[in-house]
């Protein structure tokens, strides 16, 4: 059952969803105001992926509540490697003004090394980062910047409205796949162009109320296909209760179709004693609609253990290769086509 959801209110008076389910527009309104849960446990975040499939930006901007972050991603896939630099402020609680809609709203933010805006202009979003001393290997000059202008927003989002096990508490979240993306990122001296013309970007919109611990798998791609309509997926589970509805949707040419259940199928160590993440996995689903295999690159690993709070992180890029079929039974191939799949463990 995939249940999907109606227009109206997010949270009820009692700030619990009023309805879980999917969508693929942002049809149920959310106010921070809403929420009755502790303000320490409201979690807010825009993340966006610009890739072309030889280099990849992303940029975090989010507010914890108990902590906001500023944080840049530089990957090169030819190489290849990255560089990941984040600033932490405390006890945020809200005050970098998160819009309450993907639709409309601008977020800012500033610090003596780091500047960062996201900024909705009609059918255009602008990003724009500085981060000063981002490159540890340049000491002289490796600092970054970098400018992009996506448009082309597709006709249909992944939407999700998830409650967890626990009253007050909800994940509302989105994700708008495949825009097309236009600028340039600079460390030091060297300058990094994305060309529309195969650079697409990737939104993953949050706002809701976490529980202390959780663990995560998701999966994206973006990509352009043969034919030169754009193509592309959002998978994953352990947000919280997904038995209204998945967050699993294939995109194709802008128009969603909706799957079920899809498992991350990851190597285990020889040794048995967790995952390998840089061995080949495959991801299949409950119906025989979606069959790939994924060939690791990259994994971008954060470890951070604060004690009382902690992530550990493994986002893994790679080339991904197979079939899905569209809800109307077409099947689309595809071959070594660049997107990331990542396993978290969060305490926040």
């Known amino acids: 059952m995939q249940h999907k959801l109606s227009q109206g209110k997010l949270l009820d008076e009692n700030g619990n969803l009023f309805e879980a389910g999917y969508a693929t527009e942002l049809v149920k309104e959310y106010s921070r105001k809403d929420i009755k849960a502790g303000k320490l446990r409201i979690k807010e ?6 890739s072309d499939g030889e280099k990849a930006v992303a940029l975090t901007l989010d507010d914890n509540s108990y902590m906001s972050m500023a944080s840049v991603s530089f990957l090169d896939f030819k190489k290849p490697g990255y560089i990941t630099k984040s600033e932490i402020k405390f006890f945020s609680l809200g005050k970098l003004n998160f819009p309450s809609s993907y639709h409309d709203g601008d977020i800012n933010y500033q610090s003596k090394n780091v500047k960062g805006s996201f900024l909705k202009q009609g059918d255009k979003r602008i990003l724009r980062f500085e981060y000063k001393k981002f490159d540890d290997k340049n000491k002289a000059n490796g600092d970054f910047a970098c400018e992009f202008i996506l448009t082309d927003e597709p006709r249909d989002k992944m939407v999700i409205a998830t409650p967890f096990n626990k009253k007050g508490h909800f994940y509302y979240n989105a994700k708008i796949n495949c825009m097309r993306a236009e600028g340039y990122a600079r460390i030091g001296d060297t300058t990094y162009n994305f060309s529309k013309d195969n650079a697409l970007a990737t939104l993953d919109w949050g706002r809701g109320v976490w529980t202390y611990k959780n663990e995560w798998y998701w999966g994206s791609l973006q990509a352009t296909l043969d034919d030169g309509k754009t193509f592309g997926f959002n998978i994953g589970y352990g947000f919280g209760d997904t038995s209204a509805a998945s967050e699993n949707m294939i995109f194709y040419d802008g128009i969603a179709h909706k799957l079920e259940d899809v498992s991350f199928n ?12 840089m061995k080949d996995w495959t991801f299949t689903d409950n119906l025989g609609r979606f069959n790939l295999t994924f060939k690791p690159v990259i994994d971008r690993f954060d470890n951070t253990d604060l004690i009382v709070l902690g992530s550990c992180q493994h986002q893994v890029f790679g080339l991904l290769s197979g079939e899905v079929v569209l809800d109307d039974g077409a099947k689309v191939e595809f071959k070594d086509k660049l997107g990331f799949a990542e396993h978290v463990k969060n305490k926040w």
Do not use: A, R, S
Not at 45 to 50: A, Q, R, S
Not at 266 to 277: A, H, M, S, T
């Open 45 to 50: 975040w825009d993340y966006y992926l610009i």
């Open 266 to 277: 990851i190597p285990q160590k020889e040794n048995g004693k967790g995952f390998d993440y």
